[in-house]
């Protein structure tokens, strides 16, 4: 008799634009408690990091609460102009990044994130509400691994993420060690 592993539980697809803003605002006060409710457990090395850039505070607190809830350690920056340097202090294991921002695009961050040695092979994931296939094509060529149209789901987004950090975390590893002289 095959054993049964139990089945993690599935976070549901939250279209957050649809939900009326004094229950979206209740919904990211009680994902704020739950976290602080919850005690620290020990350091895990296998815990991803992300960085989100998000200029809507709302998105980016429900895109932070998803990517908790799935395991990850989330930063976020809303102002393109401080995206580069919060990544290079963050160092995440993959960047979610609107692309209409304050100060720098998305377009414009993804180049000059793909020409910095310390992050240019972090994967980025293009999560907008810009979901032509020109935009998605646009994203592509600015060096984006991945683009997503708003609102994501949380399942999509791991699969997303995982399969991406899987394919580049030697190379993210490799890049650091030679930006650092290693």
Same mark, same amino acid.
């Given at each position: #008799? =095959?054993?049964? %592993?139990?089945?993690?539980?599935?976070?549901?697809?939250?279209?957050?634009?649809?939900?009326?803003?004094?229950?979206?605002?209740?919904?990211?006060?009680?994902? $704020?408690? %739950?976290?602080?409710?919850?005690?620290?457990?020990?350091?895990?090395?296998?815990?991803? $990091?992300?960085?989100?850039?998000?200029?809507?505070?709302?998105?980016?607190?429900?895109?932070?609460?998803?990517?908790?809830?799935?395991?990850?350690?989330?930063?976020?920056?809303?102002?393109?102009?401080?995206?580069?340097?919060?990544? %290079?202090?963050?160092?995440?294991?993959?960047?979610? #990044?609107?692309?209409?921002?304050?100060?720098?695009?998305?377009?414009?961050?993804?180049?000059? #994130?793909?020409?910095?040695?310390?992050?240019?092979?972090?994967?980025?994931?293009?999560v907008t509400g810009l979901a032509s296939m020109a935009d $998605?094509? %646009?994203? !592509?060529?600015?060096?984006?691994?991945?683009? #997503?149209?708003?609102?994501?789901?949380?399942?999509? !987004?791991?699969?997303?993420?995982?399969?991406?950090? =899987?394919?580049?975390?030697?190379?993210?590893?490799?890049?650091?060690?030679?930006?650092?002289?290693?």
């Amino acid at each position: #008799m =095959a054993e049964q %592993r139990p089945v993690p539980p599935v976070v549901p697809a939250i279209d957050f634009a649809s939900v009326p803003e004094d229950q979206q605002l209740e919904l990211l006060r009680r994902m $704020r408690d %739950r976290r602080q409710r919850r005690s620290p457990g020990p350091a895990q090395a296998s815990v991803r $990091r992300v960085l989100v850039v998000e200029d809507d505070a709302a998105t980016a607190e429900m895109m932070q609460a998803v990517l908790e809830q799935l395991g990850y350690e989330v930063a976020l920056v809303a102002d393109g102009a401080d995206a580069v340097a919060a990544a %290079r202090e963050f160092s995440p294991d993959a960047v979610l #990044m609107d692309i209409g921002l304050p100060h720098k695009d998305g377009y414009e961050l993804a180049v000059e #994130m793909h020409a910095d040695p310390v992050l240019r092979a972090v994967p980025l994931v293009a999560v907008t509400g810009l979901a032509s296939m020109a935009d $998605r094509a %646009r994203a !592509l060529e600015a060096g984006f691994d991945e683009h #997503m149209a708003k609102p994501v789901s949380p399942p999509a !987004l791991r699969a997303a993420l995982d399969t991406l950090i =899987a394919n580049t975390s030697v190379r993210v590893q490799a890049s650091r060690l030679q930006a650092e002289g290693g």
